[in-house]
């Protein structure tokens, strides 16, 4: 089984290679639309802005073999991998994500009386909302590894599998039948993150 | 719930072993640094900081080596420190497989690093680190692993920085350094209240109480300390319990 990694080019994929080869995983760079050939599951990781990511991978003609891919297989996207699944974001008004969901990406709400701090950066709880296979010998209210400073909130029930709260409640795990995504980092979420990683490569939906 | 407050063990790394000296001074040898990472991960550390404690002085680069060989075995936020002069310093040591990289000698004579370098890669992986000193009722700035004194000031410098795109602050108290008699929480508070991004705070630790007022009285985001877990004085795991009974949430 190949896991492929998307690398846009503007972040540090790195650290998500190192932990799936540690679990044992084959993986693969996916850099163009030819790099698919031959993945079974892939990993979108990625950190800052949705907008000059989508316009990156427009240009690498990569938005069409992503979509297509995403329509049958596993796909398993990491914070900024979880933002570009949303139909677009605040942060950027002329590039579209992925569409797969049609809500919005919004920016932390931040009250200038509060000391809390944006970015989101740190360990923070993870409390499910459902159950589900990537849940797997995991259990609700555990820390996390978080960094971003825009979020999910709006989103239908159904898609929701846990949530986190930091000034707001926002959405850190949703789904939809084969795609997952996260808004904390597995990759650095200690041994509890890599459990949640060898669930991924262990997940058949 | 909340962030949980940051536990940071710190390995000062020279030659590719850890290494410890007291006031900046009389350097001894104390083991391996991917063995030392690997045993912090398992006791519950938040982060890892390593430190090439004498690449700026001596104009060597960080050991990438050591590097490579940490995260391919550790997976929680990566920090290296030490020497680090470009943009491409900064890149390379997120290749590999640093999470966030510290800036500190070249910040001061090059404040566009950390611009540039937050602009490239985000503030979220630039971390600047600032030695200070305390003399006539200010604390100063050092540059040079403690062996030049700035015309800055450090609260001053920390606000700077931060407008420059810094992430966090990784301040550290020369006078508390290798004392084990506390961190200097004065400096910390003052800090802490004009900062918008998070604080560490460095230098002093000896004592569990030391690292609970760290958080309480110095109202630091994140406590980094390297003897004290390194010779297993005290463990991570007393310091979280520590850190909970007092009401302040913690990972594990």
């Given at each position: 089984?190949?896991?492929?990694?998307?690398?846009?080019?503007?972040?540090?994929?790195?650290?998500?290679?190192?932990?799936?080869?540690?679990?044992?995983?084959?993986?693969?760079?996916?850099?163009?639309p030819?790099?698919?050939?031959?993945?079974?599951?892939?990993?979108?990781?990625?950190?800052?802005?949705?907008g000059?990511?989508?316009?990156?991978?427009?240009?690498?003609?990569?938005?069409?073999p992503?979509?297509?891919?995403?329509?049958?297989?596993?796909?398993?996207?990491?914070?900024?991998?979880?933002?570009?699944?949303?139909?677009?974001?605040?942060?950027?008004?002329?590039?579209?994500?992925?569409?797969?969901?049609?809500?919005e990406?919004?920016?932390?709400?931040?009250?200038?009386?509060?000391?809390l701090?944006?970015?989101?950066?740190?360990?923070?709880?993870?409390?499910?909302?459902?159950?589900?296979?990537?849940?797997?010998?995991?259990?609700?209210?555990?820390?996390?590894?978080?960094?971003?400073?825009?979020?999910?909130?709006?989103?239908?029930?159904?898609?929701?599998?846990?949530?986190?709260?930091?000034?707001?409640?926002?959405?850190?795990?949703?789904?939809?039948?084969?795609?997952?995504?996260?808004?904390?980092?597995?990759?650095?979420?200690?041994?509890?993150?890599?459990?949640?990683?060898?669930?991924?490569?262990?997940?058949?939906? | 719930?909340?962030?949980?407050?940051?536990?940071?063990?710190?390995?000062?790394?020279r030659?590719?072993?850890?290494?410890?000296?007291?006031?900046?001074?009389?350097?001894?040898?104390?083991?391996?640094?991917?063995?030392?990472?690997?045993?912090?991960?398992?006791?519950?550390?938040?982060?890892?900081?390593?430190?090439?404690?004498?690449?700026?002085?001596?104009?060597?680069?960080?050991?990438l080596?050591?590097?490579?060989?940490?995260?391919n075995?550790?997976?929680?936020?990566?920090?290296?420190?030490?020497?680090?002069?470009?943009?491409?310093?900064?890149?390379?040591?997120?290749?590999?497989?640093?999470?966030?990289?510290?800036?500190?000698?070249?910040?001061?004579?090059?404040p566009?690093?950390?611009?540039?370098?937050?602009?490239?890669?985000?503030?979220?992986?630039?971390?600047?680190?600032?030695?200070?000193?305390?003399?006539?009722?200010?604390w100063?700035?050092?540059?040079?692993?403690?062996?030049?004194?700035?015309?800055?000031?450090?609260?001053?410098?920390?606000?700077?920085?931060?407008?420059?795109?810094?992430?966090?602050?990784?301040?550290?108290?020369?006078?508390?350094?290798?004392?084990k008699?506390?961190?200097?929480?004065?400096?910390?508070?003052?800090?802490?209240?004009?900062?918008?991004?998070?604080?560490?705070?460095?230098?002093?630790?000896?004592?569990?109480?030391h690292?609970?007022?760290?958080?309480?009285?110095?109202?630091?985001?994140?406590?980094?300390?390297?003897?004290?877990?390194?010779?297993?004085?005290?463990?991570?795991?007393?310091?979280?319990?520590a850190?909970?009974?007092?009401?302040?949430?913690?990972?594990?």
């Amino acid at each position: 089984m190949k896991i492929g990694v998307i690398d846009y080019g503007a972040s540090n994929i790195f650290s998500v290679v190192r932990a799936l080869n540690s679990l044992g995983a084959n993986t693969s760079v996916v850099k163009k639309p030819e790099d698919f050939n031959g993945i079974d599951k892939l990993v979108f990781p990625g950190q800052g802005s949705m907008g000059s990511c989508m316009s990156r991978l427009n240009k690498a003609e990569m938005v069409i073999p992503i979509k297509e891919f995403i329509e049958e297989k596993p796909f398993l996207g990491i914070c900024l991998g979880l933002q570009v699944l949303f139909s677009g974001s605040q942060e950027s008004i002329e590039e579209k994500g992925l569409g797969v969901f049609s809500e919005e990406i919004k920016k932390f709400e931040s009250p200038e009386n509060t000391k809390l701090k944006i970015p989101h950066m740190g360990w923070n709880q993870v409390d499910f909302s459902q159950d589900h296979f990537l849940w797997n010998g995991l259990e609700s209210g555990a820390n996390y590894y978080f960094v971003h400073s825009y979020l999910s909130c709006k989103l239908k029930e159904e898609f929701i599998y846990s949530k986190t709260e930091h000034g707001q409640i926002f959405n850190s795990a949703i789904s939809k039948d084969n795609i997952f995504a996260t808004q904390f980092h597995p990759e650095k979420s200690g041994k509890l993150g890599l459990k949640f990683l060898e669930n991924f490569l262990n997940w058949r939906p | 719930m909340s962030l949980t407050i940051r536990i940071i063990p710190c390995l000062d790394v020279r030659g590719g072993r850890v290494v410890k000296g007291i006031n900046f001074k009389d350097i001894i040898d104390a083991g391996d640094p991917a063995e030392a990472a690997l045993r912090y991960d398992q006791e519950g550390a938040d982060e890892i900081c390593m430190l090439d404690i004498d690449a700026s002085y001596e104009a060597r680069s960080t050991t990438l080596e050591t590097v490579e060989k940490i995260a391919n075995q550790v997976f929680i936020p990566f920090t290296v420190g030490g020497g680090v002069k470009s943009i491409e310093d900064v890149e390379i040591l997120l290749k590999s497989g640093a999470d966030k990289v510290s800036i500190n000698t070249s910040g001061i004579t090059n404040p566009k690093l950390i611009s540039e370098a937050s602009k490239e890669f985000g503030s979220q992986c630039i971390v600047v680190a600032i030695d200070a000193k305390y003399d006539s009722e200010n604390w100063h700035v050092y540059t040079h692993g403690g062996k030049n004194k700035t015309k800055l000031e450090a609260l001053s410098w920390a606000k700077e920085v931060e407008q420059l795109g810094a992430g966090e602050i990784l301040m550290t108290s020369m006078d508390k350094d290798g004392t084990k008699s506390g961190f200097d929480n004065a400096l910390n508070s003052k800090l802490a209240s004009i900062l918008k991004i998070p604080l560490i705070a460095s230098g002093g630790a000896g004592k569990l109480n030391h690292l609970v007022d760290a958080v309480k009285l110095g109202k630091a985001d994140a406590v980094l300390a390297a003897s004290i877990f390194h010779y297993q004085e005290i463990s991570i795991k007393e310091v979280k319990k520590a850190l909970q009974e007092e009401g302040l949430s913690t990972r594990l």
